[in-house]
């Protein structure tokens, strides 16, 4: 049994898409932040306000990206079957090759492969195709625990954005403080990134803050 958060968070949801679904969050709750600081220096700040409005928005994305990937979830057991009935009504093995072939492209994968063992691998998953039955498509009890784990990262990437201005009467310095903490947070998502991935964690923390930065740049540009 997994003992660590971690753990048992990746055996729910895979550590990429978390990982992706915390960036997404961190980039939402650091738009509003750094955004608000244009509002500050005009108008002055509602700290309230921004709190409130951090949270909701981090929320309420939350449980779109949940539904959008459940969704999501849907259509790829749907493609699935398709897949599956159009091996059935393939007119010939070739035919049914060049539909898992399509489906499967070996040489967009990150290694090189031998094409008699590419063979064998369609000709293997053909013949397990072959003695398949299809079944209904429905979701699982898994596929509805990834969809609130996607909801729990992106709602949960509000909290280090809002900590500070509870802690620190200070607006501006509470507002600074959240900034660079979220930063801080963008720097660690790509370092985790790479350590999952097996990169350079250095190079990828660096590469996902300057990214995620920008990112920020651009939503606050148009006006998000």
């Not at 915390?22 to 309230?48: C, K, N, P, Q, W």
């Not at 999501?72 to 093995?93: D, N, P």
């Not at 969809?147 to 509000?158: D, E, K, N, P």
Request: a neutral charge; hydrophobic letters at 55%; one cysteine or more.
């Amino acid at each position: 049994m997994t003992s660590n958060p971690t753990g048992r968070i990746t055996t729910i949801i895979d550590p990429g898409d978390a990982l992706g679904e915390v960036l997404f969050g961190l980039i939402m709750a650091l738009t509003l932040t750094v955004g608000s600081r244009l509002v500050f220096e005009e108008e002055g700040l509602d700290v309230r306000e921004l709190v409130v409005a951090t949270i909701g928005c981090n929320v309420a994305w939350g449980i779109i990206d949940a539904v959008l990937f459940i969704l999501g979830t849907t259509f790829y057991k749907s493609r699935r079957l398709r897949l599956f009935r159009q091996i059935k009504a393939a007119r010939s093995e070739s035919a049914a090759l060049t539909v898992l072939a399509r489906e499967f492209p070996i040489e967009k994968a990150p290694f090189a492969a031998e094409a008699a063992d590419t063979d064998a691998l369609y000709r293997s998953l053909l013949t397990l195709a072959g003695r398949a039955d299809p079944v209904k498509v429905s979701l699982a009890k898994g596929d509805l625990l990834t969809g609130i784990a996607v909801f729990l990262l992106v709602s949960a990437t509000s909290i280090p954005a809002v900590v500070p201005f509870l802690l620190i009467d200070n607006a501006d310095l509470a507002l600074r403080t959240s900034n660079l903490f979220l930063i801080m947070l963008l720097f660690v998502t790509g370092y985790a990134w790479a350590s999952f991935s097996g990169g350079r964690p250095f190079y990828a923390g660096m590469t996902m803050t300057c990214l995620g930065l920008l990112l920020v740049a651009i939503a606050i540009a148009l006006g998000g």
